[in-house]
């Protein structure tokens, strides 16, 4: 494992800014009963590279600048909505506030699914799209879930990026106690009450060395509410991190190049997840990145677009 605190990307010859395809947002039945929105970035004959968004967040929090920067890096990149956000299948299945409430003490709890199902929806998407391996990318409960894609089907990806995440072990990773009244507090119905209390969670949680505009959270919120926020669907999705096993002894049998980026002022997932999550994979590169929260900073956009690039060149070297 090795460690880097202030990262600075090497150069890597872009290509021209404004060749990069994106295609219109297509939908793809990935087991039955879910079918997943998705969209891609640059030319299937590339390097196949699949985005995981993490809790409540569609698809468009993978910024569709940093997307355009990976393909020009030398991917097709495929980002896609979980089940339960944005386009793509809601569940039909009811959460009490109770019952997670619970979960978030002891672990145990019937969730509606699992992140294993949520893995193989990855999976299913792959398949839908002929692609027999990727490089996978994920952002909190996304690195859970790609992670997890990665211990459950090792030969299909090809490298792993785990970012602001966690290994499921309950002892690391945790919340900063003063975000739980936030994330189990009832929400007020309505688009304007998802958009204050959204604003005011991002406020709290983003990175202190990378401060966001006011103005900025308050249209993400919206754009989130508008393509079909499901506050339900958030609670079903928690109680599948929150009841999620500890994937520390399966990490180690990886044998596929990783990198874990973490930020040091991380409220939402503390560092500890990240360190714990290197420590588990041989060979890990581990990026700590000073004044980073929980978001990605348009102003890191550039040193997440040469981890992934550096990642998956490692894959290339080892086949």
């Known amino acids: 494992m090795s460690t880097a605190r202030t990262p600075r990307p090497e150069p890597r010859p872009d290509r021209t800014p404004g060749d990069v395809v994106v295609s219109d947002e297509l939908f793809a039945p990935v087991s039955p009963g879910i079918e997943l929105c998705y969209q891609t970035f640059g030319s299937p004959d590339d390097e196949p590279l699949l985005l995981v968004m993490g809790l409540g967040g569609p698809m468009t929090w993978w910024d569709a600048d940093l997307c355009e920067r990976l393909a020009r890096a030398g991917f097709f990149v495929v980002r896609y909505d979980n089940r339960d956000t944005g386009r793509s299948t809601k569940v039909r299945a009811r959460v009490r506030r109770s019952q997670l409430l619970r979960a978030f003490a002891t672990g145990r709890a019937r969730a ?62 945790w919340q900063s106690p003063s975000l739980l009244p936030m994330l189990v507090a009832p929400r007020r119905p309505g688009r304007e009450a998802y958009v204050q209390s959204s604003a005011a969670m991002w406020k709290v949680i983003g990175s202190p060395g990378y401060p966001s505009d006011a103005e900025v959270r308050r249209r993400r919120a919206e754009e989130t509410f508008d393509r079909g926020f499901d506050a339900s669907g958030v609670m079903r999705q928690m109680l599948a991190v929150v009841t999620q096993p500890n994937r520390t ?43 980073m929260g929980h978001d990605m900073p348009e102003q890191l956009f550039d040193t997440f677009v040469d981890a992934i690039r550096r990642t998956a060149d490692r894959a290339d070297r080892t086949r």
């Open 112 to 173: 509606p699914y699992s992140l294993d199902d949520m893995a193989a929806d990855g999976l299913g998407l792959l398949d839908h799209l002929g692609i027999e391996s990727a490089h996978v990318a994920g952002v909190s409960m996304g690195g859970m879930i790609a992670q997890t894609m990665a211990v459950a089907a090792p030969s299909r990806v090809l490298s792993l990026t785990s970012i602001m995440s966690t290994t499921g072990r309950r002892t690391v990773g």
């Open 249 to 291: 002894v399966r990490l180690r049998s990886l044998g596929i190049p990783a990198t874990v980026i973490h930020g040091l002022a991380d409220k939402m997932v503390h560092v500890s997840g990240g360190r714990a999550t290197a420590a588990a994979v041989p060979g890990t590169e581990l990026l700590l990145i000073d004044g």
